[in-house]
């Protein structure tokens, strides 16, 4: 049997966990665990499924999905198509116009559900399936902890035909390589902007008690900014490090991932290149402009919001820079690298 090629992704730990591979695999071999990191390189239970070790039928169906096998792209800007500020009137992370996009289009039946994450008090998540414009509300804020969202998409797949994939920028492209490859039920993609991500534990054992001296349960809202993190806690304070003093403990495929802006989602939402309390806007395709145009009305507008798409593309640059590590795996194991050099 030939082996999936995303077992070197994996045995090099630059999978990203974003789970296209457990979704789109037909024998239902693959489970991924919270962290990529947990897996074993040299324990194949990750291709058991129950009591059938041998399960894998060798179909390369999960290779033809894998972002880290398709490669990135060295210009994230040349598919965009408009870039402006938008606002909402959903109290959200920055603008809340991913929770307002979303929750229009299933409001007017335009899409039947989303897959997002919610979270509790103690900033545990869950990977959710929405079909109720009110209830994705519940879902808003960024957590910066990663969650494999498109692993959540096997059962969608079976239950409902206008599927929308709310996800950082290696979800959002795993999301894309689905919909072309397998399954086309993905009728929309909204990628977020994502310079890293943490796991559950290390943020939460490491991060905020020890670096940031908080208790978890008192933070509300955590933030990158000015090169600080932040927690903001309930009673409104905000406590802020340097960022270098939280990076290193990103999860480890962040540290070799060349993709900013999710160059593969239909519309692009973040809140950088916008002034506080406004999200940025990208739109990347005439399935981009179709959507947003069905729920613009509901949003406050910003032609050209400041300081600009210009400190997007700056910060695009350094985190390409950073991630030297992927050509060196790419040229190992002949991966497409999309222009990336
Ligand atoms: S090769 Fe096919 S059966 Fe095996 S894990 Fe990949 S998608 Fe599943
Ligand atoms: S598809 Fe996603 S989860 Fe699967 S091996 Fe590739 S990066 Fe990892
Ligand atoms: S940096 Fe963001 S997009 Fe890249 S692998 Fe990490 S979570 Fe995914």
Redesign the pocket.
């Known amino acids: 049997m030939?082996h999936?090629k995303?077992i070197d992704v994996i045995n090099n730990d630059v999978c990203t966990a974003c789970g296209a591979?457990a979704s789109?695999?037909?024998?239902?071999?693959?489970t991924i665990g919270k962290a990529a990191e947990i897996r074993d390189p040299e324990d194949l239970t990750l291709?058991t499924h129950g009591a059938a070790p041998n399960?894998?039928?060798?179909?390369?169906?999960?290779?033809r999905v894998c972002p880290v096998i398709d490669g990135f792209m060295d210009d994230e800007f040349a598919n965009v198509e408009q870039f402006f500020g938008a606002k909402s009137s959903i109290k959200g992370q920055d603008g809340g116009v991913t929770t307002a996009l979303v929750s229009a289009l299933l409001a007017k039946g335009e899409i039947d559900c989303v897959v997002a994450i919610a979270r509790d008090d103690a900033w545990g998540t869950e990977l959710v399936v929405y079909t109720d414009p009110e209830e994705i509300k519940n879902a808003k804020g960024t957590k910066y902890t990663y969650d494999s969202v498109l692993s959540a998409l096997t059962e969608p797949f079976d239950q409902y035909e206008k599927i929308a994939v709310i996800g950082v920028p290696c979800q959002a492209h795993g999301a894309r390589m689905i919909q072309e490859n397998v399954n086309d039920k993905i009728v929309l993609i909204v990628g977020l902007l994502c310079m890293e991500s943490f796991h559950h534990e290390t943020m939460i054992e490491k991060i905020i008690p020890e670096i940031l001296e908080l208790n978890i349960e008192d933070v509300e809202k955590m933030d990158f900014g000015g090169g600080k993190f932040w927690a903001y806690t309930k009673d409104g304070e905000g406590h802020n490090v340097p960022i270098k003093d939280v990076a290193p403990y990103a999860r480890n495929p962040c540290h070799h991932c060349c993709d900013y802006t999710s160059v593969f989602a239909d519309i692009s939402v973040g809140s950088v290149g916008a002034p506080d309390g406004w999200n940025s806007v990208f739109i990347r395709n005439e399935v981009g402009k179709k959507y947003f145009k069905m729920v613009e009305n509901d949003l406050e507008i910003m032609e050209e919001p400041k300081p600009g798409i210009g400190l997007v593309k700056k910060l695009t640059t350094m985190k390409h820079k950073n991630s030297g590590h992927y050509l060196e795996v790419c040229e190992k194991f002949s991966f497409e690298t999309n222009g990336i050099r």
Do not use: D, F, R
Request: aromatic share 4%.
């Open positions: 030939v999936p995303i591979c789109a695999c037909p024998a239902g071999a693959i291709y399960v894998c039928e060798g179909c390369l169906t999960c290779s």
